[in-house]
C-alpha cells in the first residue's frame, strides 16, 4: 500500500489522501495481482479510521476474553 497527499483543486482546502492498495489473490495458482486506487477526504477518511478503532478495539476485547490466538507465520515474500 502507498499512499500521497493531492490537490483536487487549487485551494489547499481541497486535499485528498490518494490510496494505492496491490492486491493478490492467494486462491489461485497464479499470483494475479490487481491495483486499486482511490480517494478520501478528510472526513472520509476519519469515518473510517473511527470505524477501524471501532473494529479493533471488538477483536481486542474478543481475543482478551477468549486467550491470546496462535501467530501466524510472515509471508515476507507477498504484498498485501
Not at 11 to 26: F, P, R, T
Not at 59 to 70: I, W
Amino acid at each position: 500500500m502507498t499512499w500521497t497527499m493531492e490537490n483536487c483543486n487549487s485551494g489547499s482546502a481541497n486535499k485528498v489522501a490518494v490510496i494505492n492498495l496491490k492486491l493478490q489473490d492467494h486462491t489461485k495458482s497464479s499470483l494475479d495481482e490487481i491495483e486499486v486506487k482511490f480517494q478520501l477526504t478528510r472526513d472520509t477518511l476519519e469515518a473510517m479510521m473511527r470505524s477501524l478503532t471501532y473494529i479493533r478495539e471488538q477483536l481486542s476485547s474478543m481475543v482478551a476474553a477468549s486467550g491470546p490466538l496462535p501467530k501466524k507465520e510472515k509471508q515476507s515474500d507477498h504484498v498485501v
